[in-house]
């Protein structure tokens, strides 16, 4: 098995990815009457996901749109277990 463990008589937690250099969670804007879709930005970025639907929405009188959102998460084991690992926030 090569070194690693199986670890099933643990408390797991699952939240968002804090590890340093884990991806911000994405946002894209898709519509809904010709499936085109904006580009996929950082969530903090929503200006551009807006721009581009008000700006299809002009062109081509498309009123739907359908938002995704994509978040990262990270599965740990339960604070004050022995495998446990602090991540930063």
Do not use: N
């Amino acid at each position: 098995m090569s070194g690693q463990a199986i670890v099933r008589l643990a408390t797991w937690t699952i939240g968002p990815d804090r590890t340093p250099g884990a991806s911000r969670p994405i946002r894209h804007v898709e519509c809904t009457t010709c499936d085109d879709q904006s580009p996929a930005v950082s969530v903090i970025d929503q200006a551009t996901t807006d721009e581009w639907a008000t700006r299809h929405a002009g062109a081509t009188g498309h009123t739907g749109y359908r938002e995704t959102v994509t978040a990262f998460l990270r599965v740990t084991t339960a604070p004050g277990h022995l495998l446990h690992k602090e991540t930063s926030t």
